[in-house]
């Protein structure tokens, strides 16, 4: 069973990177057809799409965040990452990573797999 957890911190400064890990245990980010991505929540707001990394590596972005974000990933460790430059106090929200198992949408209703969430701050 596919299971995702976040790490990073939880409280960034304004213009400086938000940094975040999905960890990846029980199947592989390499398998056929996965989609890996990002979603954020702001307070009171709904699921906001970020960005995704594929099973072969394609990275594709919500263009609100494209010029600003990136999605990497280390497969020996089995994780991907999330880098956001420039946040600000909009940013602040709970990131969460999760996967889809029959390739990538921008539907978040659509991922099968979720890690718990991380809250980050953005203080201004």
């Known amino acids: 069973q596919v299971q995702l957890q976040e790490s990073g911190p939880g409280l960034v400064k304004s213009s400086q990177t938000l940094s975040l890990i999905c960890t990846v245990s029980g199947g592989s980010i390499t398998t056929n057809y996965y989609a890996w991505s990002w979603i954020r929540q702001p307070p009171g707001k709904g699921l906001e799409w970020m960005g995704v990394i594929t099973y072969d590596a394609s990275t594709y972005y919500n263009p609100s965040f494209k010029s600003r974000t990136a999605i990497s990933r280390d497969t020996h460790k089995n994780q991907f990452s999330l880098q956001l430059s420039s946040v600000t106090p909009e940013g602040t929200a709970v990131y969460y990573c999760?996967?889809?198992?029959?390739?990538?949408?921008?539907?978040?209703?659509?991922?099968?797999?979720w890690g718990q969430g991380t809250q980050v701050t953005v203080s201004s």
């Open positions: 999760a996967a889809r198992s029959r390739g990538n949408s921008e539907l978040v209703q659509s991922y099968d797999y």
